[in-house]
């Protein structure tokens, strides 16, 4: 684990106002991540021996939990975080083109944040709007039934549109 | 706070059958003659699909719209919007029934809002270029009932998806919700309803296709002092959203019949494990889970007999083996979703070390109905061991993709072809892939095969929890099993060795398959390992894994060996193996594909055939959708 940069005062009382929240009890341990990270965006490693310490279990055993969800992640996401759809549905209908388009126009790999911090790149399987394949969603707005020519466009608009 | 008893629930059951019935009777009433419009009705309903896919396409405005247009139009008093489940033709949402009428239309967008109220409802005339069109006759279709989408398909668990406000827990007491619980509690011992349950031959609809009443009688013998029921809501299987749906459209059919369940096993405490990822089914159960308190059919004294039960949910964090119930119950617990051996089955030892019931959500929809209707209606549907409907969710390369719900024995041919109105773009069908990463591919010589959990199984597939993705011929069968194999290494969960190292070495043959360095002996190779994996991997999700390489090496044997002997993909998806380059007699030189390469492959001087630098291209296909004079072509 790196080393992160302190947290604030008053995100560290915010975690554990979480974990009293729910009884400091180990087993709800997926529950108090998922507060977390909608809390602070993402479980940096300060964060994560907070919440072992509250709940008195090893650290190890938290960084075992956030490393094994796809859902929690340790590193801050872009302010517009991209989401590709390579469920099957949208696989077969084409989302691996869409992927590389925009791999290649932000110039970043899949889990990694634009340098400005505007946009982060992910994958996800399959939000169910099969309907649309192939979807990419941009924050909580799903975009459907893209091609590779129109990736440029959709993201000049979002970033147009801050 | 209304402690309802029996009797109170029989009254709000009458009451709320009598607003309900115009929605009832008038479907049934609908022939292909009479679907007349009905102006001039008191009352008028307009049904909009408030699912995840069609809330993609802004069905959210369409009713903001829709009650603007009502208010501005001083009708309120007479027309009420209601937002609903999944109407399952997903190809064609945002979906919007007029309701006596059965006006079903399609791709509504929210400017179209305000030409229904002002047309339909006001002036009395259809819409007519909402309403759907039949490839087949080019003629409109203005009701559900006449489509071909939905003539062949028999709606059990999606009964209500489509039908009800599912934030509307007295429109799902009008359908005889919760009736199978009071009956439950009134008259009927737990040991009568597990055998109702097993005389149904209802069984598990997540994917294995265990007895479902035997599973709760085994729970049922286990004494503790907690015991749990758990429902599976971790649809992890890429492409497949039956469950969401109905935790969207009919959340109280889950939670009725997890209260059933309790009541059957004597357990007092109802868990579902819900993927984060579906924020809407969260919210949907949220909201008929405290409805159900109100109401005294969930907490303390369930309609006032001395049964005590209660739900919490539980959040999943991304994690595909947490499918698997042993991961599930340890992913619940706070720990790593990481599979045990069993036994102990769950029934013995499973949340917190107690006695633990786990259904999937699609199973748990069918019980009020088997337990209202009777284990003979059920049993009367399907084929000799596979009993009742089962949902699909179709998509990929089809026509109509959406949500359907067929009878077990339904032939794939009825379901591509006649439900789903065949192959897009008039392609040539290739295969369908069900069950997921654990299914495998069927073909051709499939397509009359009769669907139910014994035939996919012979075929060398599996039911699954019902992803139906369509292929088509430009799809190579070779990186469809990559990318399975892919998705299977991504969520394994690293405890045993075949799981973790083996399918990591089955993905590193295909992927040399799959850029032409592949030998003869490397596809003898995939098929031994993918034999051992399946013998000796702990859990579901390791001994079903190499399931599409096997099915598909069994299918599609011609294509690999062209990939590996030929270095040819004839679905030219095989990037290494295909080259991209300008017939000179048809380029133009207009220049529009060079301006739009990304990496600059295109060259030549305007108005002169250009030409593509092979080391350079990296067969994006951006030139070709760009061409229009159809001059490039792969090879």
């Not at chain 2, 008893?5 to 115009?22: C, G, H, P, S, W």
């Not at chain 2, 049904?47 to 501005?72: H, M, P, R, W």
Request: net charge negative.
């Amino acid at each position: 684990m790196a080393k992160e940069m302190k947290l604030a005062c008053n995100v560290v009382e915010q975690v554990e106002a979480i974990c009293d929240k729910h009884g400091n009890r180990p087993g709800e341990l997926i529950n108090i991540l998922h507060e977390a990270q909608n809390m602070h965006g993402y479980l940096p490693e300060e964060m994560q021996r907070i919440i072992a310490r509250k709940l008195n279990i090893p650290a190890s055993k938290v960084y075992g939990v956030v490393t094994f969800y796809s859902f929690f992640t340790m590193t801050p996401k872009g302010k517009h975080s991209i989401s590709v759809c390579l469920g099957t549905a949208c696989y077969v209908r084409g989302s691996e083109k869409l992927l590389e388009e925009i791999k290649r126009v932000l110039n970043i790999e899949v889990g990694e944040t634009t340098p400005d911090g505007k946009f982060s790149l992910d994958c996800l399987r399959c939000v169910g709007a099969c309907g649309l394949a192939p979807v990419v969603t941009i924050g909580e707005k799903v975009y459907g039934r893209l091609e590779s020519k129109d990736v440029k466009k959709i993201l000049d608009e979002v970033a147009a549109n801050d | 706070m209304k402690t309802l008893n029996f009797e109170d629930l029989t009254k709000i059951r009458k009451k709320a059958q009598a607003t309900l019935n115009m929605r009832e009777l008038s479907y049934a009433a609908v022939s292909e003659k009479s679907c007349g419009l009905a102006v001039g009705t008191e009352h008028i309903e307009l049904l909009c699909c408030g699912g995840t896919g069609c809330k993609a396409s802004d069905s959210a405005k369409i009713v903001d719209n829709l009650k603007a247009a009502i208010e501005a139009n001083g009708i309120a008093d007479k027309v009420e919007v209601i937002v609903t489940g999944c109407f399952g033709f997903c190809e064609k949402g945002p979906i919007v029934k007029v309701m006596p009428d059965n006006t079903f239309y399609t791709q509504v967008t929210p400017e179209d809002a305000e030409e229904i109220v002002k047309e339909h409802v006001i002036a009395g005339r259809k819409v007519e270029r909402l309403l759907y069109v039949d490839p087949k006759t080019s003629h409109t279709v203005s009701d559900a009932k006449h489509m071909d989408f939905y003539r062949k398909q028999m709606r059990i668990a999606l009964r209500n998806c489509g039908f009800i406000d599912p934030e509307n827990i007295e429109e799902y007491i009008a359908r005889d919700g919760y009736a199978a619980l009071a009956k439950a509690l009134q008259e009927q011992t737990p040991e009568q309803v597990i055998d109702i349950i097993k005389q149904s031959g209802l069984r598990g609809r997540g994917g294995a296709g265990f007895p479902t009443g035997m599973k709760w009688g085994f729970a049922r013998n286990y004494q503790a002092e907690e015991k749990y029921v758990v429902c599976n809501a971790d649809e992890g299987d890429p492409g497949a959203f039956m469950d969401r749906s109905i935790m969207e459209g009919d959340p109280h059919s889950v939670i009725e019949a997890m209260a059933i369940c309790g009541y059957c096993i004597n357990a007092n405490k109802g868990l579902i494990y819900i993927r984060a990822e579906y924020p809407l089914a969260v919210h949907r159960l949220k909201v008929a889970i405290d409805q159900a308190r109100e109401y005294g059919l969930l907490g303390k004294k369930v309609l006032d007999s001395d049964f005590d039960f209660d739900i919490e949910i539980r959040y999943g964090a991304g994690a595909f083996v947490c499918g698997e119930e042993t991961a599930l119950i340890h992913s619940m617990e706070g720990k790593r979703g990481e599979p045990t051996l069993k036994p102990p089955f769950p029934a013995e030892s499973g949340y917190n070390g107690y006695p633990t019931n786990v259904n999937n959500v699609e199973t748990l929809a069918n019980v009020p109905i088997i337990l209202t209707k009777g284990a003979e209606w059920f049993s009367s549907i399907g084929t000799e061991k596979s009993k009742g409907t089962k949902v699909f969710a179709l998509a990929g390369k089809i026509n109509n993709v959406g949500l359907i719900e067929v009878p077990m024995g339904t032939t794939l041919r009825e379901i591509i072809y006649d439900i789903g109105g065949g192959v897009k773009n008039g392609k040539e069908f290739k295969a369908v892939q069900t069950g997921g990463p654990s299914g495998g591919c069927l073909t051709q010589k499939h397509l009359d095969t009769p669907i139910d959990y014994e035939h996919l199984t012979a075929a060398g597939s599996m039911m699954g929890s019902g992803g139906m993705i369509v292929m088509d011929e430009d799809d190579c069968m070779v990186s469809v099993a990559k990318f399975y194999l892919e998705f299977t290494c991504d969520e394994s969960c690293g405890k045993c060795t075949p799981c973790r190292i083996g399918n990591k070495r089955m993905l590193e043959i295909l992927t040399r398959i799959t850029e032409g360095r592949g030998t003869m002996a490397d596809l003898e190779r995939l098929k031994e390992l993918g034999e051992i994996i399946k013998d000796t991997a702990l859990c579901g999700l390791g001994q079903t894994s190499p399931n599409p390489v096997l099915s598909t090496i069994n299918n599609f044997w011609d294509e690999y060996v062209e990939h590996v002997q030929y270095h040819k993909c004839r679905a030219h998806q095989c990037k290494n193996l295909v080259t991209y380059s300008i017939d000179p007699t048809k380029c133009k030189g207009c220049t529009a594909c060079a301006r739009k390469c990304p990496v600059s492959a295109i060259s030549g001087e305007a108005r002169n055939p250009h030409i593509i630098n092979p080391d350079k291209c990296i067969r994006c296909g951006m030139c070709i959708s760009t061409c229009r004079f159809d001059a490039i072509s792969i090879s």
